[in-house]
T-cell receptor, first 111, second 116 residues
Framework: GNSVTQMEGPVTLSEEAFLTINCTYT??????LFWYVQYPGEGLQLLLK?????DKGSNKGFEATYRKETTSFHLEKGSVQVSDSAVYFC??????????FGAGTILRVKS | DTAVSQTPKYLVTQMGNDKSIKCEQN?????MYWYKQDSKKFLKIMFS???????INETVPNRFSPKSPDKAHLNLHINSLELGDSAVYFC???????????????FGEGSRLTVL
């Protein structure tokens, strides 16, 4: 079946540090890949997505590249801010199938 | 105007009680979902409805019963509440999952259920 594995948290960084959150997937066919973010006290919202191999999704300074050869979709940001503190979920969806989420990674950014 | 709204936002109740959570979306979407998030932030899908028809029913105790009166509403009723039901329940919606849509889900703000 389809599954997503992402790095365990919490990840604690100082402001302006470089962020990487690893995500790998297992899927049949060619899924679409997503990163969702959940700010404290809120629901999840889409951060970025990529629908085919080598696509790069980007938003709010975050980016992730769909790597079919390594089945990965790692999230990166060059300089994090305190306001980026949230839970980040990697997810995949194959055509006609429900979204499958990873376990979530808590990010804490200190000033 | 909130796209996906859930009520109540907080719910505190005793074991054994029955409670309901309501969800409404004004996005014109065909598919709606219920997810459960535990204290470690793990997110698990419970149910999904497409145009009022149940299309996803994960392994959930039958004390949980979803109801979709129309495609803009999906309610969750829970009977005989147990301590382990304490969690945050999220409603979400998307375009038609059954026609192959693989895009974005829109989530409500969540309903935090505490069972004492």
């Amino acid at each position: 079946g389809n599954s997503v594995t992402q790095m365990e948290g919490p990840v604690t960084l100082s402001e302006e540090a470089f962020l990487t959150i690893n995500c790998t997937y297992t899927a049949t066919g060619y899924p679409s890949l997503f990163w969702y973010v959940q700010y404290p006290g809120e629901g999840l919202q889409l951060l970025l997505k990529a629908t085919k191999a080598d696509d790069k999704g980007s938003n709010k300074g975050f980016e992730a590249t769909y790597r079919k050869e390594t089945t990965s979709f790692h999230l990166e940001k060059g300089s994090v801010q305190v306001s980026d503190s949230a839970v980040y979920f990697c997810a995949l969806s194959a055509r006609g199938n429900k979204l499958v989420f990873g376990a979530g990674t808590i990010l804490r950014v200190k000033s | 105007d909130t796209a996906v709204s859930q009520t109540p936002k907080y719910l505190v109740t005793q074991m054994g009680n029955d409670k309901s959570i309501k969800c409404e979306q004004n996005l014109g979407h065909d598919t709606m979902y219920w997810y459960k998030q535990d204290s470690k932030k793990f997110l698990k899908i419970m149910f999904s409805y497409n145009n009022k028809e149940l299309i996803i029913n994960e392994t959930v105790p039958n004390r949980f019963s979803p109801k979709s009166p129309d495609k803009a509403h999906l309610n969750l009723h829970i009977n005989s509440l147990e301590l382990g039901d304490s969690a945050v329940y999220f409603c979400a919606s998307s375009q038609d999952l059954t026609s192959g849509y693989t895009g974005e889900l829109f989530f409500g703000e969540g309903s935090r259920l505490t069972v004492l």
